[in-house]
């Protein structure tokens, strides 16, 4: 076996995913995702902090998230830019659309899986709020539109992982902030009055 043995990332989370689904998260441990990928604890320990983290990704997604809105041609308002970027961001964490749905399912069934979510979510919105600060939007309006924009991301997500197979979670999304875009942008229509019994 290598040093770096290539594939040895994705091979981790694979034997992770199984071994979630088939003995339970807490059951799991580092042990066994290693020895079920053929590969060594030490291993898993250069790719992961621990075994919550193979559900996530690591910081690999706030990168991507940092580089791709760096790439969002100017000229957009912050509210397109993180529409591609979301657009984009759920392309990538639903490109495996099984091992996804079967990762959503077990962050679902675990309270701290959903607080390590959220907490990376978090993160997710930091990370573009200082993009879009880079971009030259000033701070509040920066973190507003970094906030929505993960949550719309977190809604697109859980409603693809619960639907079809057909609807890709970047419509979502896309329809998400295009709802939201609207909203905001239209009157409120008046009120109606209540029928009387």
Do not use: N
Not at 25 to 50: K, M, N, P, Q, S
Not at 92 to 99: E, I, K, P
Not at 132 to 158: C, K, N
């Amino acid at each position: 076996m290598s040093r770096w043995d290539p594939g040895a990332q994705g091979r981790l989370a694979d034997a992770a995913l199984e071994l979630f689904a088939e003995q339970g998260f807490d059951r799991t441990t580092v042990a066994g995702i290693a020895a079920r990928a053929g590969l060594t604890e030490r291993t898993f320990f250069r790719h992961y902090a621990d075994k919550r983290e193979v559900l996530f990704a690591g910081d690999r997604l706030a990168h991507h998230i940092a580089a791709r809105l760096a790439e969002v041609p100017s000229g957009v308002t912050p509210l397109e830019a993180v529409t591609v970027v979301m657009e984009d961001a759920s392309e990538v964490t639903t490109a495996r659309a099984d091992w996804a749905r079967q990762r959503a399912e077990i962050v679902a069934a675990h309270p701290e899986l959903r607080e390590r979510e959220l907490a990376k979510m978090g993160m997710l919105a930091t990370v573009m709020a200082e993009g879009l600060r880079e971009r030259g939007v000033s701070a509040a309006p920066a973190q507003l539109t970094a906030e929505i924009a993960v949550l719309a991301f977190r809604l697109a997500y859980e409603r693809w992982a619960a639907g079809p197979p057909s609807v890709p979670a970047a419509s979502l999304v896309r329809v998400l902030l295009a709802e939201l875009r609207d909203a905001v942008t239209s009157t409120c229509p008046s009120p109606t009055a209540p029928t009387p019994p």
